[in-house]
Every structure is written in structure tokens, then in C-alpha cells.
């Protein structure tokens, strides 16, 4: 067969396979950290609050997971930084070790206070390995396949998301304690790093720049500097704001990516707890239906995370884009509010995370493409992460929400209305749909 005729994955070799294996690995460690806190929170806060307090659950719940959202985004600026200065493979291994030994120190946490240090720290963690593996993928796969190398990445956060409810399912009834054991299992991802400094390559195309990087250092101190060396030593996140073009595209962005991720963090972290209740309701056990919930809703989010890619492939990036964030906002009232029966909850549930959560796949594969080699991993980390610095608050705004309403579905529906931003900003971005990468 010709190439033109020839499946897209014959299209790949061995080190943009690993690459890809490695960044989809290290997502769904992340996946299972972050959702196993997601699954616990209401365990952990029976066992580390004082009883008079329990009315106030889900606003100690939206508080922990705000202060890992915001540890989040303070450590992936830093990560996705570093990434350009040190390299992609180096940051990964350095991200992975870091979030696995925290991960495992959460388990020892003896009151909220502690275990809210603990998350915080965690999540600085956690929010340096995303921006590496998109650069990774973004710089490694063919132009015309980078949306399914994005999605099939994106997905691994979907995959431990299901991970980490199938493990809850079978170690929730082991009692109080329950909930260490699934932190210290966050330890394991740490071995991970061992194969990935054997068998994932370091991106050509950031050692090249690196090289131009450090040439332009020394001739600056020799006091001879051209315009492209001022570009290539100016500090990477002044960098992304000093030239007009990467300036738009990144407030552009800014807007939708806080569309994602306030309405994740706003409205879907607060799925399983949901469902639970309504379980409660019928006198069924709620921390199995929690279960059940993660992980209907996950699968449905890993099918949204690969089918965004290769649709972005083929359509463009931009109207699926617009289709993701329109059925996210509609979607929303039929899980909250309309769906009572407990089979059908799990279909919502499943349908709207396709959409809520397979969203998150248009950031790593349009935003490499918007910005040059030299500045690109500080510019995906900014892009993913800034927003969390103001989406910390959904959870905060909508623990509250819950408690004033009496349930979760008109909470749900309000924190809803942020998917009109999200709507509003896209089709202003550049279509960049099988273009090669800018250079330098």
C-alpha cells in the first residue's frame, strides 16, 4: 500500500509509539491521584472532622479539592517552565517521582488541616507532568495524526480515573481506613520513571533549540545579540506575553480553557457523590454506587478524550470544539435534573462526561500549535493551569451552592452557564488543523 493509503498508525515508529505510552502513562497516574481524592473526600472528612461539623462537608470537600486545584496550577506554570529549559524528558521523571512519594504521604494525614497541606503540595506535583507529555507528543507525532496523539494521551487521565473507582469499589469496604490505602497505593507510578530514562528519546526539536538557547546566551555576554537571540534568551513566560500574536492567542485561550476547567471542577467532580445520594435515597449503598458512577463516568470520558483528537483531525480543531462545549452545557440539566432512575443516572453520566471531560483534548491538541518550540511547554502550562488560579473557585462556589440549595442540581446548572465563555472564545483562535509546528 501506498503511505496515502495506508492505515495512520503505520505511520509511526517505535519512539513516537513510547513517547506516547509514556505521556499516556503518566497522565493516568495523574488520573488516579486526582480521582481517588474525588471517590474519598466524603470518607476522609467523616473520619478527620469533628461529627457537629458533618452538615458541612461539602464545603470542607470543595475546599480541599480548590487547594489542590490551585497547587495544581502553581506547580504546572513551574513545570511547563522548567520542561523548556531542561528538557521534556527530564521534567516528566522529576514530575512522576515527586506526585507518587506525596501521594503516599497523604495517607498519614491525622486531621483536615494536614491532609489540606498535603493535597496542596500534591497538586503542585501533579500539575507539572501534563505540560511535558503534550510538548513531548506534540513535537514527536506527524503533523496530520497530532489530534489522535493528543487524545490518545488526554485519555489516560480518563483511564485512572476508572482505575481509581474500580480500586475504591473493592477497597471501600475495608473499613474506616479505607481511604489510606488508596493514597499509599499512589506510590506505585514512581517505578514508572525507571523505564522512562531508558526508553523515551528527548525531543529533537527542543535539543535544537536548546543548543540555539545556550548560543545566544554566550553571545549575549560576549555583547553581541541579534534580534532572534533576544528572543531565545528572554525569560519564557515574559517571552509568551512580548509578542502581539502569541499575546492574543493565549487570552483567547486563557477564556477557554477556564470554560473546561471550572466546568469540570465546578460541576463533574461532584458526580459520584450525586449519584451516591440518590442511591442513599433507595436505601442502596452509596459508596458502591459512587463506584459505579466513577466509572461509567470515565468511560465515557476516555471514549470523549480519543474521539476529540481524531475528529479534531479530520474536522478541524475549532468546530469540534464549539460541538464539545454546546452538548456539555446541555447535558448538564439532563444529569442533574432531569435523570432520577439509577441505571439511566449511569448513562448520563457516561454521555456527559464524552463531552465535559473530552473537551479537555482540544488543549493539548491545539495549543502546541499556536506557539513556537522555544517557548512551548511554558506556553501549554500557562494556557492549562492559569485558569485554575480562578477555577479553584468553582468547587468553593459550588460546595456552597449545595448547601444553600438543598442538592446538587440547580448548583450544577449554574456553575453550567461558564460553557457560553467557552463558546464565545473559539472561534477566535486560528485554525491550525495538519500545519506543521511553528519553529524556534
Known sequence: MTTAEAPWYKALDKKQ??????????????????????????????????????????????????????????????GGVLADYIGRKKMMIYSILSYSILTGLSATAQDWT????????????????????????????????????AGLMQCGLGIGFFIASLTWLYISPLGADSWRIMYVIGIVPALATLWIRS??????????????????????????????DKELTRFTLVDLFSNKESRKYTLIALLMSLTTTLGWWGISTWVP?????????????????????????????????????????RFGRKPIAILFFAMSLLLTPVLFLWTHDLQLLLVAAAFNAFFSLGQYTWMPTWLPELYPTRMRATAVAFGFNAPRFVAFLGPLIAGNLIVEFGGFGNSAVIVSMIYFLGLAAAPFLPETVGKALPKS
Open 114 to 149: 494536614t491532609f489540606a497541606i498535603l493535597r496542596f503540595v500534591v497538586g503542585v506535583a501533579i500539575g507539572s507532568e501534563w505540560a511535558t507529555g503534550t510538548a513531548m507528543i506534540a513535537e514527536l507525532w506527524p503533523d496530520k495524526h497530532r489530534g489522535k496523539g
Open 199 to 228: 526508553n523515551i528519546p528527548e525531543s529533537a526539536l527542543w535539543e535544537e533549540v536548546n543548543e540555539k538557547r545556550l548560543a545566544a546566551v554566550n553571545r549575549k555576554k560576549a555583547g553581541t545579540i541579534s534580534t532572534e
Open 273 to 313: 457523590p450525586y449519584i451516591a445520594q440518590e442511591a442513599a435515597k433507595s436505601g442502596l449503598v452509596a459508596q458502591k454506587w459512587a463506584s459505579y458512577a466513577g466509572m461509567a463516568y470515565n468511560f465515557g470520558a476516555v471514549l470523549g478524550y480519543i474521539s476529540f483528537g481524531f475528529l479534531a483531525d
Open 17 to 78: 509509539w513510547n513517547s506516547l505510552f509514556a505521556s499516556n502513562l503518566g497522565w493516568m497516574f495523574d488520573g488516579y491521584e486526582t480521582y481517588a481524592l474525588i471517590l474519598t473526600i466524603g470518607v476522609v472528612l467523616k473520619q478527620l472532622l469533628d461529627p457537629s461539623l458533618y452538615p458541612k462537608i461539602p464545603f470542607y470537600a470543595g475546599s480541599i479539592i480548590a487547594i489542590t486545584l490551585l497547587g495544581w496550577g502553581i506547580g504546572g506554570l513551574i
